[in-house]
């Protein structure tokens, strides 16, 4: 019988990716010695870790046995989805000191989290 820590696990994605952004902050600091690039990255980050996890929940509300809960909240969170995108892109457009590599760093560290866990599902036997 398989435990659920052989399984996918969206926290463990979710944790990676934090320690990844505050990772990759902490080097922008030392590093580069950019405080805007560390916060340019943690925002990003942050957003994408959000997004994920809205995401997650809004599928879980729609692709469920029997009749799927679509109500005013999932059309909200998925509504605030957009406009949180929208935002960080505004963000790097109108603002100067914002880093666009910071950002691209930001949202990559949850991608770099979802390969690092679909390896290790499909290595320990996920799929």
């Known amino acids: ?48 870790i959000i997004n994920f996890r809205w995401l997650e929940d809004l599928l879980h509300r729609v ?3 029997g009749e799927p809960r679509i109500d005013r909240w999932s059309l909200l969170r998925f509504i605030a989805r957009i406009a949180l995108l929208g935002a960080v892109l505004a ?14 760093l930001g949202f990559s560290a949850l991608v770099i989290a979802l390969l690092v866990e679909a390896m290790r599902w499909a290595r320990f036997g996920g799929g």
């Open 63 to 65: 692709i469920q046995p």
């Open 91 to 104: 963000a790097v457009v109108l603002v100067p000191r914002v880093d666009p590599i910071g950002i691209a």
């Open 1 to 48: 019988m398989r435990s659920e820590a052989d399984g996918f696990s969206p926290r463990r994605i979710v944790t990676l990716a934090g320690a990844l952004v505050a990772l990759g902050a902490i080097g922008e600091l030392i590093l580069r010695r950019s405080p805007a690039g560390a916060l340019s990255l943690t925002g990003a980050g942050l957003v994408a």
